[in-house]
């Protein structure tokens, strides 16, 4: 519509009614959205901007100030934390437990959103609900399990579930599959049957359907959900801190520690590392931006 | 029957021995199918880097030492202890924070053979509860620790469990040029130290720089106000939850804190200790109560002018000989995976070697053994060390004489209560009394 009136000439321009003055609603949603904006950017810019700063400068003059810029913070942290080898520790993490996940949630979604079985909705509801459930109340129990369960030497060397990354990767897929059967079973339920009328005529197994009908046209929910999962299971702190005990293991995020000292803590360092850490999750999610927005808008209206 | 140590051997584990005749070509097939689906690719990362357990020549150690320095000693130590003895310490660093929070699970899970920890209750704590590994053999083997170091290391049923290492003191200190130039003297009584504070006042000083941002550093200024009126038996018996918070002689410390407080940098809980020794170091304020590390902040050509003298007396049945001195040090595992090396590695630490290497490399501390060459120490380490020598008794500070729990969830907030408000000190302690019971009795 905008390329329309631009390269319209300007007799016709003035022909259709002439532009609204700003209502005052307006003007107040937009004050509001700046506000909104600026609230959300401001840590952010914050941060990066203390990590530009040298400790001795900001000591001495304050963070409300102007100077002592360098990038030795960046340095520092990236050898102090030891982040290349965390960097891949998360990455171990990270891309089976998204990928596992949907899977898991597509095969589930599937199943409910293609048949119509009495069990489905029970189904939903229990993999909705246990998104409700604060992951922290089950630490006590989860914790003593994974030291029981044993793993071979050549899966991990902790020769436990305790302290190796599959114990990791289970967590986080048992606690992201709720979300994603969710928007997966919703999204799934919206494409039009005679898909699998047709499919069924032309002979397609249940697997077929499932692979070769359903998957590629869920594919913008399942580069969405990528998106998110992978920012989310990347963040996961809790865990990694909790049922890890070799410092080498730790993701990047449970690393970040190593940055704070046993009596002092160098807020300017730990702004850079932080901003290291940020990093991955922005590349990921410029990479699939058009997958996510198209995914969500798809979902909402319904095609 | 031993782990298996390839994944055919895992695998070939699965099989019950009642289907394992006619069917168990088939079912091998199917889990070798699900094993490299799921493992392809992943096993190289997720294996991690050889263990090496049994092996008779390692001995594993986790380590709080994530600071450069302490690292250093650490790395300096396992090298000289590979060359004496041929054992390979395989260090594990986790961020001392982090490895402070998650101890208990640590501890409950599947430990290092031997690991860095504190002196005192906190060790007392584990020790009771069977999770760490009885040393008093390697006691016996040891020489050149105080009475009171042996004291710190023992637990309730009369065994050693910890090594000590290193240690600083809490103590209060100044720049020797301020108190010149203004010809202050060392207070010896209560009384003494207020005078001194009025007088700084007057000459444009603040009198007691002060800071509890962080929630700890006021956690000193009650250790030893409370060491000072009530003794060092009572501080224990009221950390290890025996002695009532309500009591007169607690409500006496606060008194007597809330009549210093006045004396003290205002607005403490907006500031970290750093801006409360900057101020020191900037000859802004005349004294500061903290540990040795205080001397972090000050630049090197400075660090002469740092001087200290113990809290003065308060009450004279109690006199000032018993301070806050955290101890460092190792401990060992309930099961070690091999105890003999683990045995052999504390020993090697709690020996002279092992301190000298710590005097050289890390010049923030103080070592536990006696018969260290201490030449290299600085004035300031040396006058350190003889406070620390001639002191009856040894708190550990407070965060380490009770339970971590009790510390941090109610000693923090009540104490940054009490210095935003210091006049109701019946609710202050009444309320630490109830969280008290509900704490101690879970």
């Keep these: 519509m905008s390329t329309g009136t631009l390269t319209r000439p300007p007799a016709a321009q003035d022909a259709r009614p002439a532009r609204r003055r700003p209502t005052p609603q307006r003007v107040v949603l937009h004050v509001f959205l700046a506000a909104v904006a600026i609230g959300w950017l401001f840590p952010v810019i914050w941060s990066v901007l203390t990590s530009l700063r040298s400790y001795e400068y900001t000591a001495t003059h304050g963070y409300v100030s102007f100077g002592g810029w360098t990038i030795d913070n960046y340095v520092t942290a990236w050898q102090t934390a030891e982040f290349g080898k965390h960097f891949l520790n998360s990455v171990y993490i990270t891309v089976p437990a998204v990928l596992l996940t949907l899977f898991l949630a597509s095969c589930v979604a599937f199943v409910i959103a293609r048949f119509n079985w009495k069990i489905n909705l029970v189904l939903l509801g229990l993999f909705t609900a246990a998104n409700l459930l604060p992951q922290q109340a089950l630490l006590i129990p989860l914790f003593r399990l994974f030291t029981q369960v044993p793993l071979p030497a050549f899966m991990s060397d902790s020769e436990l579930l305790y302290d190796s990354y599959w114990g990791l990767i289970l967590i986080n897929v048992a606690f992201q599959c709720g979300f994603c059967v969710f928007v997966l079973s919703n999204y799934m339920k919206a494409l039009p049957r005679d898909l699998y009328e047709a499919a069924m005529v032309d002979g397609a197994s249940i697997w077929r359907q499932y692979w070769q009908v359903t998957m590629p046209l869920c594919r913008p929910a399942l580069a969405a959900l990528a998106t998110l999962e992978v920012t989310w299971i990347y963040n996961e702190f809790f865990w990694a801190t909790v049922l890890m005990r070799t410092g080498d293991k730790f993701p990047v995020t449970s690393s970040l520690n190593n940055l704070r000292g046993e009596f002092f803590t160098d807020n300017n360092l730990v702004s850079a590392g932080s901003v290291l850490v940020a990093i991955p999750t922005l590349v990921i999610f410029f990479l699939l931006q058009r997958h996510f927005v198209r995914g969500l808008t798809l979902g909402a209206s319904k095609g | ?442």
Excluded at chain 2, 293 to 302: I, K, T
Aim: charged share 20%; aromatic share 10%.
């Design chain 2, 1 to 442: 029957m031993s782990r298996p140590r390839t994944q055919a051997e895992y695998l070939a584990r699965l099989v019950p021995s009642s289907v394992a005749g006619v069917n168990r070509r088939t079912l091998l097939a199917g889990a070798a199918g699900a094993g490299s689906l799921l493992g392809t690719g992943l096993l190289a990362g997720c294996g991690g880097s050889d263990s090496g357990g049994s092996d008779a020549k390692t001995v594993s150690m986790g380590s709080n030492a994530s600071d450069p320095t302490p690292k250093d000693v650490l790395a300096k130590l396992s090298a000289a202890f590979k060359t004496s003895s041929g054992v390979e310490v395989a260090i594990n660093t986790v961020d001392h924070n982090t490895f402070q929070e998650n101890i208990n699970n640590y501890l409950q899970g599947k430990p290092d053979d031997t690991f860095t920890w504190f002196a005192g209750y906190r060790m007392r704590f584990f020790a009771e509860r069977g999770l760490a590994g009885d040393i008093s053999d390697v006691w016996g083997k040891l020489s050149g620790f105080s009475d009171a170091f042996k004291k710190a290391s023992t637990g309730d049923d009369g065994k050693q469990y910890f090594v000590p290492f290193s240690y600083y003191p809490w103590a209060v200190f100044y720049r020797k040029s301020v108190w010149q130039q203004h010809g202050y003297q060392v207070p010896k009584s209560l009384d003494e130290l207020t005078t001194l504070s009025n007088q700084m006042k007057r000459d444009g000083l603040v009198p007691i720089a002060f800071a509890d941002k962080d929630g700890w550093p006021a956690m000193g200024t009650f250790d030893i106000l409370n060491l000072r009126i009530n003794g060092y038996q009572f501080h224990i018996d009221l950390m290890a939850g025996k002695e009532s918070w309500t009591s007169d002689k607690v409500k006496k410390v606060f008194d007597t804190w809330a009549g210093l407080l006045p004396l003290h940098q205002p607005d403490a809980l907006g500031r970290t200790w750093q801006e409360a020794a900057q101020s020191l170091q900037q000859k802004k304020s005349g004294m500061y109560l903290l540990g040795l590390f205080v001397a972090q902040q000050f630049n090197a050509d400075e660090q002469d002018d740092i001087d200290f003298f113990t809290f003065p007396e308060i009450d004279p049945a109690i006199g000032a000989k018993a301070l806050d001195a955290p101890i460092d040090g190792y401990m060992m595992a309930r099961k070690p995976k091999s105890e003999a090396n683990a045995k052999k590695l504390l020993e090697y630490i709690g020996g002279v070697d092992a301190a000298n290497i710590a005097v050289k490399t890390d010049p923030g501390t103080l070592v536990a053994n006696t018969t260290a060459d201490t030449s290299g120490y600085s004035a300031l380490q040396k006058k350190a060390a003889e406070l620390v020598g001639s002191a009856t008794e040894i708190a550990q500070f407070l965060d380490r004489d009770t339970r971590p729990d009790f510390a941090s969830t109610v000693i923090i907030p009540a104490l940054q209560q009490f210095i935003k408000d210091p006049k109701d000190i019946d609710g202050l302690t009444n309320s630490i009394e109830n969280q008290k019971k509900s704490i101690f009795t879970s």
